[in-house]
Structures are given as structure tokens and as C-alpha cells.
């Protein structure tokens, strides 16, 4: 594995689902360290949908998930996906393609100082690039922030499924999207955390992908056997609570049906008292 802020060296990867509700571990797929986050995510969740009948809304993955083809094929589903966000790779104390504002009407990017960087051409990769005017810029007092290198004129490279990704990016930083990426925090990090520090998952006991599954699969069972029975165990104190109320209710009725009977029968005895 080679990734940047983590060791260097052999491991494998635990690709981990969790549900939002209960922090149940839904599903465990175990790849070589080199294996980009990215590149089973798709098929583990339809493998999950269409095993488990999931009516699944919204789907929560960290920065590394936000890729146009996966922002896509999540909105495909008709899914809604809540994606962390991170600056690619850009020049620093320049300005970033965010300062420039894209408009689908047209199909160009408007610069901060709003002139039009139009559409030139498309690589094999997909990515259309849109490049600014080199007069335009001759006499731009941003042009130290924005001009890189060289060049006399700034290009942006737009990618032809970005509209997925912009529209994931815009989710995730509304109210509700915020309030479902903290959830993930709460729910999938800390399902990693507990089984790497409770149950031994830091390192692996044995060697090849089967034995690693075999030892992932395991733990996340032991920690779904626990959950479950936390879950089961407060749902019955739940339970033990309401018949405890219910009982308290009782008890209080029948407190004031045992005043009002001596009230009533003070009464009587008060009336009958008058009759005599
Ligand atoms: S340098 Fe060119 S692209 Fe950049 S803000 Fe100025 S006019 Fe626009």
C-alpha cells in the first residue's frame, strides 16, 4: 500500500458497510492494500441492496469516494449520495477552478473578474477544457493569483459527468447532508475504531485474502452480535419502562379512585350524618 499520510509497507484493506440506525456492520470485503476505495464500492452496495431487499436513501462516504464516476452511478440508483469533500491537487496561493463559476446554459466557466473562458476541446478521458481569452487577461489585476506558470491565459478542465459531483457536493453541504456525514462519522468510524482497539483487527492473524476475509468477517459478527444486544436489551428496558408506567399510571388511579371513594364515602357518611 502507498497512500499519501498512511505507512508503507503490506496490508490489506477491510471495505466496511455500516447501517445509519444501529451501526450494524452490513457488509465486510476484504482487498489487496493497493486497491483503490473506489473500485469495489458499487457492486458491494448493489450486492447489499439486492441481498438484503435494503431501502436505502442515502449513501455516507469520506472524501476518497467523490469521484464523477461514482457520484454518477449513486445517482443513477436514484440514491442520494453525502460525499466528504477535499481540494485535488492545485497550485498553492492560486486561485482553485471553485473561483470560476460554471454556466450549463452556455457551456462556460465565468472568471472572477467575469470574463468567459469558453470550450475548446475534450480529451479521451473526458474532460472538456475551457480556456480564457490571453488579451482578456493581459491587463487583469487577478492575474497573479490566477495565471499559472507561463501561461498568458488560465485554463479549467471540466469533466463531462462533474454535474453528478457537483450535485453530491451541494447535498452534503445543505443542513441535512451535514447532519448524515456526521452520522458517519459516529456510525462506520467508529464500527473500524472498536474493531481495531476491542478486537484485535490492527493486524492480521494470518496471511491471504481468504484468511483475512475469515478474520474480518468474524469480527464484524462479534460486533454485531454485541450491538444486536444492546439494541435488543434497550428496547426491552424500553419495554420494562412502559409496563413500569403503565403500572404507575394504574397506581396513581387507583390512589385518587381510593380518595374519592373516601370522599365519596365521607360524603355519605357526612349526609347521612345530616339526614339524621
Ligand atoms: S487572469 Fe484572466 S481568467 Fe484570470 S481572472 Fe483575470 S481575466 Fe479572468
Redesign the pocket.
Known amino acids: 500500500m502507498y497512500r499519501e499520510g498512511k505507512p508503507e509497507g503490506f496490508f490489506y484493506l477491510e471495505h466496511r458497510t455500516v447501517d445509519s440506525k444501529c451501526n450494524i456492520v452490513t457488509d465486510v470485503h476484504v482487498t489487496p492494500g493497493n486497491v483503490n476505495d473506489v473500485e469495489p464500492y458499487i457492486e458491494r452496495l448493489d450486492r447489499q441492496i439486492k441481498r438484503f431487499g435494503f431501502d436505502v436513501k442515502y449513501v455516507g462516504l469520506d472524501a476518497g469516494y467523490l469521484t464523477n464516476l461514482i457520484c454518477k452511478q449513486i445517482i443513477q440508483r436514484n440514491l442520494q449520495g453525502v460525499i466528504g469533500f477535499r481540494l485535488g491537487p492545485h497550485e498553492k496561493n492560486k486561485?482553485t477552478k471553485y473561483?470560476?463559476q460554471y454556466v450549463k446554459e452556455w457551456d462556460v466557466y465565468v472568471?472572477?473578474?467575469?470574463?468567459f473562458?469558453r470550450y475548446r476541446t475534450t480529451d479521451k478521458n473526458g474532460y472538456k477544457s475551457y480556456s480564457?481569452?490571453?488579451k482578456?487577461?493581459a491587463n487583469?489585476?487577478?492575474?497573479e493569483?490566477?495565471?499559472i506558470g507561463k501561461n498568458n491565459?488560465?485554463t479549467i478542465r471540466r469533466h463531462v459527468w462533474e454535474e453528478f459531483k457537483e450535485n453530491v457536493v451541494r447535498f452534503t453541504r445543505s443542513d441535512k447532508g451535514k447532519t448524515i456525514y456526521k452520522r458517519r462519522k459516529e456510525t462506520v468510524e467508529r464500527s473500524f475504531a472498536d474493531a481495531k482497539e476491542l478486537h484485535g483487527l490492527r493486524y492480521c492473524r494470518m496471511r491471504g485474502k481468504a484468511k483475512v476475509s475469515e478474520q474480518c468477517l468474524l469480527t464484524a459478527a462479534v460486533q454485531n452480535m454485541k450491538k444486536i444486544a444492546m439494541v435488543l436489551f434497550s428496547h426491552g428496558f424500553q419495554y420494562f419502562m412502559k409496563i413500569g408506567s403503565i403500572y404507575c399510571q394504574l397506581y396513581r388511579i387507583q390512589l385518587a379512585i381510593n380518595k374519592l371513594s373516601i370522599k365519596i364515602t365521607i360524603t355519605q357518611i357526612g349526609n347521612s350524618g345530616l339526614c339524621q
Open positions: 486561485y473561483k470560476f472568471c472572477p473578474n467575469m470574463f473562458l480564457s481569452v490571453p482578456d487577461c487583469c489585476s487577478h492575474k493569483l490566477c495565471l491565459n488560465r
